[in-house]
């Protein structure tokens, strides 16, 4: 039997299926940059006790799903990689999809993580058990009892399309970019792409030069600013695989660089002007046209949405055969899409470019020891502390969870962070014979109330925009509105203080 993409032949991976009311010592959510990352540092503490369930046939997370044309990190490879394992091997500034693929295969691989790995599993419920001071995880594949749960479940794991009136009667193909069709040919297509953010500014320029005709359904324009992609030398790359001090270095610059993104994002809306004439500089250098930049000129601060880097876009939307549309759409027909104004353009082939739902979906499943879910807590306020424990969840921890995050940092780095706090807890844990710990709610409030304060100075909340940087009541959805170094000194400890803690008889705090 030859082995598949993840190293594993399908024998093994059947065998190694969920059997029935199996108990787990620790289970972790997720085989995607967070899991992988967890899971390493696990194995360098000499804790090898812990499985990785995984739903779909392979590692990888976002960065095995997303395959569209173009796919690409937006923050340099150097930086978007992990500090305790570095490549010097990256062929361009910004990797791509298939790179930053291998580089998490590689990763788990030479770190032997694989073997921890249970793939086409998928989590259905998980709920506390206070009696039995575990968590109780319903699969697809059986129950799993668990001491300890990490959630490693990526915010952008869902494909979000909006309700469009019309959209079932169209006959023609469609398809988000998160589940792109592949098989479907393009070429001399009329080809609608409804959306503009991240995901899309990257296909766009991509299928342009293929298809008969391009329309580009824009709600709002993004800030675009100049990405400056570049492949790298031969001699950079033998330069930082024999001093892996010059990528440190490089990875030191893009860390200070990318921080500075805060400076309009949380301490004041002044400091945005620098950036946005960066973006107009662009737009006005690629787009000849007077009445398309008018069109693409976005009407809000920067930052308030998240600002795109890109070479290529403007100078696709600038070519004869692509039509921006900023008229809303009223209705989807069999074959064609209509605007507000009446208009009724033709259309072979819908992609959506709307981007994903913001919360983990595995937060809809997991139930607190009040009968709430996760994701109801967060609708209701975006909470959590230090978006790695929340209180009403006991015995779990959670990567990249609300106010772990921030649009002035690689998620990288803090994830690391985050790594940091958990092992020094899980250690603290074992060593101290806790069988149930729970952070106090007055900490997270306090935490929470402090994340909100903090929000109300800069361009996120007050840039003139709706986004997912905010939830449905204008509040902070989630980022965390400081420096990450800031963040670091925070996570360094696990501050068992701030934790109510039930120790296992005999056991010595």
């Avoid at 390493?40 to 369930?53: M, N």
Wanted: proline letters at 5%; a neutral charge; charged letters at 20%.
């Amino acid at each position: 039997m030859e082995a598949d993409a993840s190293g594993i032949d399908a024998d093994e991976r059947i065998v190694r299926k969920v059997t029935a009311a199996e108990h787990l010592p620790m289970v972790i959510i997720g085989a995607g940059f967070g899991g992988i990352g967890i899971a390493v540092k696990l194995r360098e503490a000499g804790i090898q006790d812990f499985t990785i369930l995984e739903r779909t046939a392979d590692l990888g997370g976002t960065w095995s799903r997303n395959t569209y044309p173009g796919a690409a990190c937006d923050v340099p490879s150097t930086l978007y990689s992990f500090s305790f394992a570095p490549n010097p091997d990256w062929s361009r500034k910004y990797g791509t999809q298939p790179e930053i693929l291998a580089y998490l295969r590689n990763t788990a691989e030479s770190h032997d993580i694989v073997r921890h790995m249970r793939f086409g599993v998928e989590v259905l419920s998980a709920r506390f058990d206070e009696a039995g001071k575990h968590w109780l995880i319903e699969t697809d594949q059986g129950l799993i009892t668990t001491d300890l749960l990490i959630s490693a479940a990526g915010p952008f794991a869902e494909a979000a399309i909006p309700d469009v009136p019309g959209l079932a009667s169209f006959e023609g193909a469609q398809f988000h970019s998160l589940h792109w069709d592949h098989a479907h040919e393009l070429s001399n297509e009329r080809v609608a792409v409804i959306g503009t953010g991240a995901s899309a500014v990257q296909f766009i320029p991509e299928i342009q030069p293929r298809v008969s005709k391009l329309m580009v359904f824009q709600r709002t324009p993004a800030w675009i600013v100049p990405r400056m992609d570049r492949a790298i030398s031969r001699l950079e790359q033998l330069a930082y695989r024999k001093l892996p001090a010059a990528q440190r270095l490089a990875r030191s610059s893009w860390y200070a660089m990318i921080e500075s993104f805060g400076l309009p994002g949380f301490v004041s809306t002044k400091f945005r002007h620098p950036f946005e004439a960066l973006g107009r500089l662009q737009l006005r250098r690629q787009v000849p046209d007077p009445e398309l930049r008018r069109t693409l000129t976005p009407n809000y601060m920067i930052g308030c949405k998240r600002a795109i880097f890109s070479d290529s876009y403007y100078p696709a939307l600038s070519q004869p055969n692509v039509q921006v549309i900023s008229e809303g759409i009223a209705e989807v027909r069999p074959h064609s899409i209509v605007t507000r104004d009446g208009q009724e353009h033709a259309v072979d082939t819908i992609i959506w470019g709307t981007g994903f739902t913001i919360m983990a979906r595995i937060a809809e499943f997991i139930t607190g020891v009040d009968g709430y879910t996760m994701a109801e807590r967060y609708r209701e306020r975006p909470q959590s502390y230090f978006g790695t424990t929340n209180a009403g969840f006991p015995n779990m921890f959670t990567i990249l969870g609300p106010f772990s995050t921030a649009g002035n940092q690689s998620a990288i780095f803090m994830m690391e962070c985050q790594f940091t706090y958990i092992l020094d807890a899980i250690t603290r844990i074992r060593r101290e014979g806790i069988s149930r710990f729970e952070v106090r709610g007055e900490a997270q409030d306090a935490f929470v109330n402090e994340m909100h304060e903090r929000s109300d100075r800069g361009t996120r909340l007050n840039g003139g925009c709706n986004s997912y940087y905010t939830n449905s009541k204008g509040m902070n959805a989630g980022l965390y509105p400081s420096w990450s170094l800031e963040y670091l000194r925070r996570t360094r400890r696990w501050d068992a203080d701030n934790y109510i803690l039930d120790r296992r008889a005999g056991a010595v705090s």
